[in-house]
T-cell receptor
Framework: QKEVEQDPGPLSVPEGAIVSLNCTYSNSAFQYFMWYRQYSRKGPELLMYTYSSGNKEDGRFTAQVDKSSKYISLFIRDSQPSDSATYLC??????????????FGSGTQLTVLP | SAVISQKPSRDICQRGTSLTIQCQVDSQVTMMFWYRQQPGQSLTLIAT?????????ESGFVIDKFPISRPNLTFSTLTVSNMSPEDSSIYLC???????????FGSGTRLTVV
């Protein structure tokens, strides 16, 4: 079993739709949760970072963490064609500065149709 | 946040040859990370490069195949040695950005081995 499982997609939605992207994880030691967006032929860029259970909002994006269920989500409101990209969840078990790599989900490819 | 310049952006190489990928950061960072992203897959950590010490390799990756240099706090190189078509992938460098509680990635090197 992979440490991080991500809904594989691909996902295709009309412009303006609400998008839900989801990951589950098995390692209780994961403390920090991130969402990255990767456009074609580009490196991943950090979208959202969360630590505690609950919701964190940034513009049209909301990151949700439920540590009791080991489940994280990214919601995109009023989706735009420019949101079309691959979204990767990522997690880390140790605090920053004490070393250690991110564990990534497999990514969900999202297409927002105009 | 840190800005990473990665070179080359892409290359097509003959099997049996080697390619060195460069990663330049616009600020001093303690740790640099090298990832591989195979077609349609997520990111897999190859190694962590600390300045002044040997790189730490993840399971399945060895120094003879992926030698890494880290001569200073802003620069690192990854060499893919004795390449085969199975090495065709995107190679990414990454640094930890404490201020953003995240990791910044270069734009990647798309390698095709023929």
């Amino acid at each position: 079993q992979k440490e991080v499982e991500q809904d594989p997609g691909p996902l295709s939605v009309p412009e303006g739709a609400i998008v839900s992207l989801n990951c589950t994880y098995s390692n209780s030691a994961f403390q920090y949760f991130m969402w990255y967006r990767q456009y074609s032929r580009k490196g991943p860029e950090l979208l959202m970072y969360t630590y505690s259970s609950g919701n964190k909002e940034d513009g049209r994006f909301t990151a949700q963490v439920d540590k009791s269920s080991k489940y994280i989500s990214l919601f995109i409101r009023d989706s735009q064609p420019s949101d079309s990209a691959t979204y990767l969840c990522a997690m880390i078990s140790r605090s920053f500065g004490s070393a250690r790599q991110l564990t990534f989900g497999s990514g969900t490819q999202l297409t927002v149709l105009p | 946040s840190a800005v990473i310049s990665q070179k080359p952006s892409r290359d097509i190489c003959q099997r049996g040859t080697s390619l060195t990928i460069q990663c330049q950061v616009d600020s001093q960072v303690t740790m640099m990370f090298w990832y591989r992203q195979q077609p349609g897959q997520s990111l897999t950590l190859i190694a962590t490069a600390n300045q002044g010490s040997e790189a730490t390799y993840e399971s399945g990756f060895v120094i003879d195949k992926f030698p890494i240099s880290r001569p200073n706090l802003t620069f690192s190189t990854l060499t893919v040695s004795n390449m085969s078509p199975e090495d065709s992938s995107i190679y990414l460098c990454s640094v930890e950005v404490l201020a953003n509680y995240g990791y910044t990635f270069g734009s990647g090197t798309r390698l095709t081995v023929v």
